[in-house]
């Protein structure tokens, strides 16, 4: 859509910006400006999720499972996947660039890492020196030593880097050519794309890293990468979001924009961190600073457990009595089961071993066959039976004189072993080995004793019956040995079948356990923040003493909670994205794994949004065409005009109407502007004094009892926190001989001012949350009721004119527009009010910031020796003590302006749209002639045009300026296709008498 509306609208502007010189330049520097301005307001992303959580919670490979991805973003926990804003978002088909995956990689700013540099060699030189090595100092020096060693390889020592001054290193020739510049990387292959992006954004050895060492992360500023997943078309952009408190400050400011800008976030956590430690309230206290109440977000949270296919049962079994309750009764299957395989296993050996006999004799009867059937061919020559063979191994010479009578009886004798065959009807005969090799060598094609036609036919049938039976013994062995064997094996497949269905059991159970257990520890976490807010607000204020009488349904809220439990590699492997992973996978079907689950929540919440931006699109590019139909339409025929008294009369009536749907609206604004002056001096601003008392009063002792006793802030922390500027990222450590170690992020500006937005938030939240709403809404009626009546006196009386069925419906459109607008304008709003009430309460803290530096400089100088942290303490102290009869008052200053613009913003969209809206009516009915006459009569006569008089009717003809016709082919070609597609279907108007609710229920949202 956004392609094909973005290619119309630019031909539409190539055709005005043609004539925009010509005498018709007044309407077309109008459609101009509205087409420019259109271009600029191309249906974009809504939905921004930011991606949160601990490393190694599985991040990396959700996101990769919702992309349908195998590895898309780096799976490892290396430390660009902590420091570093991954932006992923749709990347639209395009002739220019006809690759699927596509990424930006931007670098920092030479002054930005200067600043960096200038603050790491501070740390490095300010240390004292213990070695040459930096393994031998402590963790922070160590992670300064890293970065540094990163981006400068050639440095081996400590001493050698505090030789180096900050401008040599920031004018390394292998550094200097990356500053602002951006690396873009193009594949058609999702490997080899990652394997690209992966130079940039690991934190490599040496030996894997490019070519001259140098690696990339500490210079990066932000990866932006675009693929063409399902999940991104709607308009969904992924962010994953590395934490707010970085270091590197330009970084840091970068994602704390990006966190601003995210519409909901997605929690990650590992399933087994998530239920033992509370992970779902440390989360969300570290990421939204114990705010989540009154920022507006509780509802756009989702958390998801990662990596449900790893697990215990006997863990299980202790947690879900209920599961263990469910196996009793499949391990009663699985035993039965069991010992069916078993009996079946017994039988099969004996069978075994009778197949194999039979196979035996079946194939001695069947060589002997063959051999009868061999002499039976040999119709022409003198058949002769099997030989015997004497001891002496000697054999008759074929020329040998005929044997005496006796000799010959002699022979016959002894040739009985082979000519006189076994009894082939007992069933179980044996032929042993030895009979084989002997009936071989009795049968060998040396002449014996002559044989008739009939003895051989009757050997070759006897065989032949005795291979028959065989055949239908060892069929009928061979049936039973099968059956025996497919027994097993379907045993062996119901007890594996029986084992998955525990295994999903248990992973069910656990899940639901899980879900149950996260949602009531975020009902607790909203619960503690409420009982905060009141334990620091004014409890004579009617605010706190109304919000007490009308808690929140907690219930609610741990009920409507989004928990997902899922198996990202499991459905990796589901849909054949991990075809070396050879592990056990407990499911069999990608539901299972809930990954389409949590796709599709993702997908309904970026739903609404998307569809509102398309609505919101169509409502300016509708207005644009039908004022364009209006204008091209003007020289239309009119017919059964009224008299110029009525025309002169109805004119003034429409002119007086404008004028009093002007005034009107201007009225209703100053009233609404008192109103939320009211509003925000209720809530908020008369609760200030409370809240900078309170923070007064705390901050006395906010360095001892916060920082030391309750974060446990040791000395070499605290000086680097200081260094800082106050604030420390949460990350993850890894050393060598033990397990990865949680950092938990420090802002000790916004703890500073902590008291006063806690005092604040209970009225901060009823604000924006309930009372703006009701009065925008309020507001918003009476502008549409006002638009609505007015232009209704104008649709009864324009008859007089004489225009057509056409023209008037293009007027009676403009008024059902300007609702739609002022509709567009309402949800503009209410999106700039959720935003700055997140912003504003932000506020507080970055206000303090520059406040509170001298006193981190002030610490930092303090000098070393024994007593040392208590120096430190005691200067930044003095410091706060210094500052605090004027920081609270500053920064509750700095917001109450801010407070006081929102206001004058609010109050100026509805002012702008109304004002706009008048102009726009004047205009159209400007362009059909309606507004210029007087009782003489004449009217006023918008663009020249040439007159032609018909010979037979006496009726006027007007022929189109040419600048109409160029515009006129270029709109009626595409504007009925678009909106088609785009304009919203027709709404009631609003009654002003109706609950805020029925006008976003009653809307129409148009689909993308």
């Not at 009531?520 to 334990?535: A, E, L």
């Not at 004002?915 to 004047?922: I, S």
């Given at each position: 859509m956004r392609n094909v509306a973005q290619g119309k609208l630019l031909s539409l502007k190539r055709v005005l910006e043609k004539h925009r010189k010509t005498s018709l330049r007044y309407d077309i520097g109008l459609f101009l400006s509205e087409t420019g301005a259109l271009l600029e307001a191309l249906p974009n992303d809504s939905v921004v999720i930011g991606v949160t959580g601990d490393t190694g919670a599985g991040k990396s490979s959700l996101i990769n499972a919702l992309l349908d991805e195998e590895q898309l973003v780096p799976t490892s926990a290396m430390k660009a996947c902590t420091t570093v804003v991954t932006e992923i978002r749709y990347n639209p088909e395009n002739q220019d660039s006809p690759e699927p995956y596509r990424a930006e990689i931007t670098f920092i700013k030479a002054s930005e890492w200067r600043r960096e540099l200038e603050r790491l060699?501070?740390?490095?030189?300010?240390?004292?020196?213990?070695?040459?090595?930096?393994?031998?100092?402590?963790?922070?020096?160590?992670?300064?030593?890293?970065?540094?060693?990163?981006?400068?390889?050639?440095?081996?020592?400590?001493?050698?880097?505090?030789?180096?001054?900050?401008?040599e290193l920031v004018l390394e020739e292998s550094v200097k050519t990356l500053f602002s510049s951006v690396e873009t990387i193009k594949h058609t292959s999702s490997s080899a794309f990652a394997e690209a992006i992966s130079v940039y954004v690991e934190n490599q050895t040496h030996a894997e890293g490019s070519g001259n060492g140098l690696q990339y992360w500490p210079l990066i500023e932000s990866v932006k990468l675009y693929t063409r997943a399902p999940l991104l078309r709607t308009g969904v952009v992924l962010v994953d979001l590395p934490g707010t408190h970085d270091s590197n400050a330009a970084r840091g400011a970068i994602a704390q924009r990006y966190q601003d800008k995210c519409t909901h976030f997605l929690v990650v956590a590992d399933i087994k961190r998530a239920v033992d430690n509370d992970t779902a309230k440390s989360i969300c206290t570290e990421l939204f600073n114990g705010q989540l109440a009154s920022n507006g977000l509780i509802n756009n949270i989702m958390?998801?457990?990662?990596?449900?296919?790893?697990?215990?049962?006997?863990?299980?079994?202790?947690?879900?009595?209920?599961?263990?309750?469910?196996?009793?009764?499949?391990?009663?299957?699985?035993?039965?089961?069991?010992?069916?395989?078993?009996?079946?296993e017994e039988t099969k050996p004996s069978i075994e071993d009778e197949f194999k006999k039979l196979g035996k004799r079946l194939q001695t009867a069947q060589k002997r066959l063959s051999m009868w059937k061999a002499r039976e061919e040999q119709n022409q020559q003198t058949v002769y039976g099997p030989v015997a063979v004497d001891g002496s191994r000697k054999r008759k010479r074929l020329d040998q004189p005929t044997e005496s009578p006796t000799k010959r009886r002699k022979a016959r004798k002894g040739s009985?072993?082979?000519?006189?065959?076994?009894?082939?009807?007992?069933?179980?005969?044996?032929?042993?080995?030895d009979e084989d090799s002997e009936s071989e060598a009795n049968f060998s094609q040396l002449p014996g004793r002559g044989k008739n036609k009939k003895e051989v036919a009757a050997k070759v049938s006897e065989y032949t019956k005795q291979t028959y039976s065989l055949e239908m013994l060892l069929q009928e062995i061979s049936e039973r040995r099968n059956a025996v064997i497919s027994e097993i094996l379907d045993l062996a497949a119901q007890i594996a079948a029986r084992e998955r269905t525990i295994d999903v059991l248990a992973i069910d159970a656990r899940n639901r356990f899980s879900r149950d257990t996260i949602r009531?520890?975020?009902?607790?976490?909203?619960?503690?923040?409420?009982?905060?807010?009141?334990?620091k607000s004014d409890a004579s204020s009617p605010i706190v003493c109304n919000a007490k009488a009308k808690r929140r349904d907690y219930e609610a809220i741990q009920a409507a909670f989004p928990v997902f439990c899922v198996s990202s590699q499991c459905y990796q492997k589901l849909i054949g994205k991990l075809p070396e992973d050879n592990s056990l996978n407990p499911f069999d079907d990608e539901n299972q794994t809930n990954i389409p689950a949590l796709k599709e929540h993702i997908f309904n919440t970026a739903e609404a949004p998307f569809r509102q931006a398309a609505k919101?699109?169509?409502?300016?590019?509708?207005?644009?065409?039908?004022?364009?139909?209006?204008?091209?339409?003007?020289?239309?025929?009119?017919?059964?005009?009224?008299?110029?008294?009525?025309?002169?009369?109805?004119?003034?009536?429409?002119?007086?109407?404008?004028?009093?749907l002007s005034l009107s609206c201007a009225a209703h604004s100053s009233v609404f502007k008192a109103k939320l002056t009211e509003e925000f001096e209720y809530f908020v601003l008369k609760e200030l004094d409370f809240g900078i008392e309170e923070a007064k009063n705390h901050s006395d002792t906010i360095v001892q009892e916060e920082w030391v006793t309750t974060q446990k802030i040791r000395w070499n922390t605290f000086r680097v926190i200081c260094r800082n500027h106050g604030v420390r990222t949460e990350r993850t450590r890894r050393r060598k001989g033990s397990g990865p170690k949680k950092i938990s992020a420090v802002d000790m500006n916004s703890d500073l001012v902590k008291p006063l937005t806690a005092s604040l938030s209970i009225g901060w939240e009823v604000l924006f949350q309930t009372q703006l709403t009701v009065e925008i809404d309020r507001h918003f009626r009476k502008l549409c009721k006002e638009t609505t009546e007015k232009w209704a006196i104008i649709e009864r009386n324009i008859g007089v004119?004489?225009?057509?069925?056409?023209?008037?419906?293009?007027?009676?459109?403009?008024?059902?527009?300007?609702?739609?607008?002022?509709?567009?304008?309402?949800?503009?709003?209410?999106?700039?009010?959720?935003?700055?009430?997140?912003?504003?309460?932000?506020?507080?803290?970055?206000?303090?910031?520059?406040?509170?530096?001298?006193?981190?400089?002030?610490?930092?100088?303090v000098p070393r020796g024994n007593g040392i942290f208590d120096r430190m303490k005691d200067a930044l102290t003095d410091h706060i003590k210094s500052i605090k009869d004027t920081v609270f008052d500053d920064c509750a200053e700095a917001v109450r302006d801010e407070l006081l613009d929102?206001?004058?913003?609010?109050?100026?969209?509805?002012?702008?749209?109304?004002?706009?809206?008048?102009?726009?009516?004047?205009?159209?009915?400007?362009?059909?002639?309606?507004?210029?006459?007087?009782?003489?009569?004449?009217?006023?006569?918008?663009?020249?045009v040439r007159e032609l008089r018909s010979s037979t009717s006496g009726v006027k003809k007007r022929k189109l300026p040419i600048q109409k016709e160029d515009v006129g082919k270029v709109v009626d070609g595409w504007a009925e296709e678009l909106l088609r597609v785009l304009v919203p279907e027709r709404e009631p108007v609003p009654e002003q008498g109706e609950g805020a609710s029925g006008v976003q229920d009653g809307d129409t949202l148009m689909t993308g």
């Open positions: 060699m501070k740390e490095i030189n300010e240390e004292e020196i213990l070695s040459d090595n930096a393994l031998d100092y402590d963790e922070d020096v160590q992670e300064v030593w890293e970065k540094l060693k990163a981006v400068y390889p050639r440095i081996q020592t400590l001493p050698h880097l505090r030789a180096l001054s900050v401008e958390f998801v457990c990662t990596q449900t296919d790893v697990f215990s049962l006997k863990e299980i079994k202790k947690e879900c009595p209920e599961f263990q309750q469910q196996m009793i009764q499949i391990e009663l299957e699985i035993l039965d089961l069991k010992e069916r395989k078993t009996r079946a009985t072993l082979t000519t006189t065959m076994p009894d082939t009807e007992k069933e179980g005969a044996d032929i042993s080995g009531k520890d975020f009902g607790q976490h909203i619960r503690d923040i409420d009982r905060y807010s009141f334990r919101t699109f169509s409502v300016k590019l509708d207005r644009l065409l039908n004022s364009i139909h209006i204008w091209l339409t003007a020289e239309v025929d009119r017919r059964d005009e009224g008299t110029s008294d009525e025309k002169a009369e109805a004119s003034r009536m429409f002119k007086e109407t404008l004028r009093e004119f004489g225009l057509s069925e056409e023209q008037q419906d293009l007027l009676s459109n403009e008024g059902r527009i300007k609702i739609d607008e002022l509709k567009v304008v309402k949800v503009d709003v209410e999106q700039l009010v959720a935003r700055k009430q997140r912003e504003l309460l932000v506020r507080f803290g970055l206000e303090a910031k520059p406040r509170m530096i001298p006193g981190y400089d002030a610490t930092l100088a929102l206001m004058v913003l609010i109050v100026g969209k509805f002012e702008d749209v109304a004002r706009e809206n008048c102009l726009a009516l004047t205009a159209d009915l400007e362009r059909y002639n309606v507004l210029g006459f007087d009782s003489t009569g004449s009217k006023h006569v918008g663009a020249p």
